[in-house]
């Protein structure tokens, strides 16, 4: 490993001279190669204080927590593949140094200092770290099979071979006719809208999902392997205890709570491209510039006490670059009661490929006494649909809730160590955002989409839960006995059975790369839910906001989420309210 980073390292190293100017993300790779945290001070002051030991982590950790999150900004500029190959390479650095980090034996000492002062949390945090690191070369193998599943799942040359002369599709009169051909090059989605046989496309819909089956079977029976190696180690029975371990669930729960969320649809996968084409689409609005709505959204945040400036760019001595088809970037600062957040980084897009999306994504967290926020929203230059001023409410409600964390700690602050809080106060935040726009009701065809999305996850999170909760060979038959039970949670959500639905599992990338961390989306709306029809009883929306989204308190997620809807808010309990408020299958 050490050889390979170095030979890396010379390699951008000569780029990097050649290119400073023009190509920032070779130089930033390079530094990235060469960083490497030092707690030299933690083990050489034996006066220090639990306060200026955490302080002293921090400030030694902060930049490899930034280069990480500098890692994920990048990706998208990555275009060639010495760019990919750098990132790649800079992950995997990142990755050992924190596996070093968290491994040495001053961490160690600092957690047990650190366990009877307010600075407990961070403790906490550090060691769930410790328990989810992997041995490198483990961690270096599951790493090698999951990009195998996503390379070829995302295989888009495909062709398909009909056995059955009445699913061939025949080309318009004078053209040369499918029939000629053993194999059509079609998109999955065209064949399923123009194929009048329903049992045609039942076929082509089952044929699809197991597209890739033959080159990802042994990868993904290596990733199964390799969790529930990791989970035994750690004394659980299969590697689902250990994922939900975290969230206090137990596989049991989950599947109860999923079960809460199972709405069966009249429309089966493979008919959903035919009765989307026969539902209405959304009214079309007056096209209105990203820009100015952003402002309009920001303004309804001065009741929270939040206020926005535009910056100059050439105030600012260093902002991320705009990516081809970006018009120039605009600066906002974000402030909260005086106090400086730090700033969004907006990039109209001139150019941008359809569907217009509008995207968020994080360049640098919060920490209060060490840093500002930045955030970075890319949208398109000119909203033309209801959908795209949605997608830009939840990117800023995300980028706010981002920039607001008021603690002085990156690991307590930032959205991947605090998933939950972070995706219920955005969902909070987007609901309040929203509910104060003139939104006409969601269009049949929308309803009907975000219907089928909700059931694809609930299904697909039931597969994964029976997935990891195996704990033998999947090559075991009794793994294919499994078949039944997919079976019928497949048809409670689409009406119809999966035959042998346990294919299912070479049929989606989540399942190797999230783990079972699937629900977790449809976990985060039904406690939203709750927050936004029992909240308001007891408290004011600046109430909430500042409890939930500011938490100057440094409140736990459990001890926010206890005052807003009060107890008891164990999971077991939570699930049966989610029940008893009907939530919105959203």
Not at 124 to 137: A, D, F, G, R
Not at 318 to 324: E, L, N
Not at 399 to 421: E, W
Request: net charge neutral; aromatic share 8%; proline share 5%.
């Amino acid at each position: 490993m050490l050889k390979s980073i170095s030979l890396v390292i010379l390699s951008f190293s000569l780029l990097a001279t050649a290119h400073a100017v023009a190509n920032p993300l070779a130089l930033f790779v390079e530094q990235c190669l060469l960083y490497q945290p030092d707690l030299t001070a933690l083990d050489s002051d034996n006066t220090l204080t639990a306060n200026q030991k955490a302080t002293e982590f921090e400030l030694q950790t902060l930049a490899l927590n930034n280069i990480n999150d500098r890692v994920q900004y990048y990706r998208p500029f990555a275009t060639d593949t010495l760019s990919k190959q750098g990132l790649l390479w800079c992950q995997l650095h990142l990755a050992d140094e924190l596996y070093e980090l968290l491994n040495a034996k001053s961490t160690k000492q600092l957690i047990d200092s650190l366990q009877t002062t307010p600075y407990q949390p961070l403790a906490e945090q550090l060691i769930h770290l410790q328990q989810s690191q992997w041995e490198l070369t483990a961690k270096s193998k599951l790493h090698s099979a999951q990009a195998a599943v996503t390379q070829a799942l995302a295989e888009r040359q495909l062709t398909m071979q009909f056995n059955d002369e009445l699913c061939k599709i025949t080309a318009p009169s004078g053209s040369k006719t499918q029939q000629e051909q053993p194999n059509i090059d079609i998109r999955i989605a065209k064949y399923l809208l123009v194929q009048p046989n329903e049992e045609c496309r039942k076929q082509a819909w089952f044929a699809y999902q197991t597209r890739a089956k033959s080159k990802i079977q042994s990868a993904i029976s290596f990733i199964h392997e390799l969790n529930q190696q990791q989970a035994q180690a750690q004394g659980y029975q299969n590697a689902a205890q250990l994922m939900l371990a975290p969230y206090d669930l137990s596989p049991a729960m989950l599947n109860m709570f999923l079960d809460s969320q199972t709405k069966q649809l009249t429309v089966a996968p493979w008919n959903m491209a035919q009765a989307l084409s026969h539902t209405q689409k959304a009214s079309a609005i007056k096209p209105i510039s990203a820009h100015d709505y952003l402002l309009v959204l920001l303004s309804k945040l001065t009741k929270f006490g939040i206020i926005a400036q535009s910056i100059p760019p050439d105030r600012l001595e260093h902002h991320p670059p705009a990516q081809a088809g970006q018009t120039q970037v605009q600066i906002i600062r974000i402030m909260h009661q005086q106090r400086v957040l730090g700033e969004i980084y907006t990039y109209p897009q001139t150019q941008q490929p359809s569907p217009f999306k509008v995207n968020g994504q994080l360049i640098k967290q919060t920490v209060i006494g060490h840093q500002f926020g930045q955030y970075a929203l890319s949208f398109p230059d000119q909203l033309t649909t209801q959908s795209q001023q949605l997608q830009l409410i939840n990117e800023l409600s995300h980028a706010i809730v981002s920039l607001a964390q008021s603690g002085q700690f990156y690991l307590l602050n930032r959205k991947t160590q605090n998933l939950q809080r972070h995706a219920v106060a955005s969902l909070w935040l987007s609901h309040f955002l929203s509910q104060s726009e003139p939104f006409a009701p969601m269009s049949e065809r929308e309803q009907l989409t975000q219907a089928y999305q909700t059931q694809m996850n609930v299904f697909r999170s039931k597969a994964s839960l029976m997935f990891y909760q195996y704990s033998a060979s999947l090559t075991h038959e009794d793994w294919l006995k499994a078949d039944k039970d997919l079976s019928a949670a497949f048809e409670q959500s689409f009406g119809r059975p999966w035959p042998h639905a346990t294919d299912a599992i070479y049929s989606y990338q989540a399942i190797a790369n999230k783990g079972i961390s699937l629900y977790l989306p449809l976990w985060h709306q039904a406690i939203a839910q709750l927050i936004m029809t029992q909240a308001p009883v007891a408290y004011s929306a600046q109430d909430i906001f500042d409890l939930l989204i500011v938490n100057e308190s440094q409140l736990s997620f459990n001890n926010q989420l206890e005052q807003l809807i009060g107890p008891p808010i164990d999971p077991y309990s939570l699930i049966r309210r989610f029940n008893h408020a009907e939530t919105p299958q959203e």
